[in-house]
């Protein structure tokens, strides 16, 4: 089993469409948890850190389940803008990636 | 703040051609990575330094070396490049490991021929 895994996708969807990601992970000891974002030929970026408690910013909410190791984003109101590939990082004792979903939205 | 930059952006190497990438951060951070980024692999880590004067070995650094003499500056060289080295590198940094999250230069696309 991966330590990180994602579903590559591609996701698509129309625009204005709610969407949710999953990321498992395998190491119970993770102690944080971050979604990055990349666009095509870029450096991944920052989108939010995900605390236990869940955490929104804008149209985005992030949250974690410990018990059973996941965590989501959630992408209301999608815009074409948000076309990108969304990346789970996990942090047991040092940061392992996923390999990443791709999000394609559609005009 | 230029944040974390990488040179050169683009480079084309013949198989056993040497070359350094470089890559400067201008926060103050104490760590600093190395990955390669391969399609259908994600971003793997290659070495990684906790401090100037440090570094350690990543998941694949075979065929890889580095060098942190500088806090601000870490090196990822190639002594003798081969095809499989192809790739797109990223440089990150962050404040510290763990807890916090890291940054990221543009990267450097490599193609071994």
């Known amino acids: 089993r991966k330590e990180v895994e994602q579903d590559p996708g591609p996701f698509n969807v129309p625009e204005g469409a709610t969407v949710a990601f999953n990321c498992t992970y395998s190491n119970s000891a993770s102690q944080s948890f971050f979604w990055y974002r990349q666009d095509c030929r870029k450096e991944p970026k920052l989108l939010m850190s995900?605390?236990?408690s869940g955490n929104e910013d804008g149209r985005f909410t992030a949250q974690l389940n410990r018990a059973s190791q996941y965590i989501s984003l959630l992408i209301r109101d999608s815009k074409l803008s948000d076309s990108a590939t969304y990346l789970c990082?996990?942090?047991?004792?040092?940061?392992?990636f996923g390999t990443g979903t791709r999000l394609k939205v559609l005009a | 703040n230029a944040g974390v930059t990488q040179t050169p952006k683009f480079r084309v190497l013949k198989t056993g051609q040497s070359m350094t990438l470089l890559c400067a951060q201008d926060m103050n951070h104490e760590y600093m990575y190395w990955y390669r980024q391969d399609p259908g692999m994600g971003l793997r880590l290659i070495h990684y330094?906790?401090?100037?004067?440090?570094?350690a070995k990543g998941e694949v650094p075979d065929g890889y070396n580095v060098s942190r003499l500088k806090k601000q500056n870490f090196l990822l060289g190639l002594e003798s490049a081969a095809p499989s080295q192809t790739s797109v590198y990223f440089c990150?940094?962050?404040?510290?490991?763990?807890?916090?999250?890291?940054?990221f230069g543009p990267g450097t696309r490599l193609t071994v021929t």
């Open positions: 995900v605390y236990s």
């Open positions: 990082v996990v942090n047991p004792s040092g940061y392992i």
């Open positions: 990150a940094s962050s404040m510290t490991g763990g807890l916090y999250e890291q940054y």
């Open positions: 330094s906790v401090g100037e004067g440090t570094t």
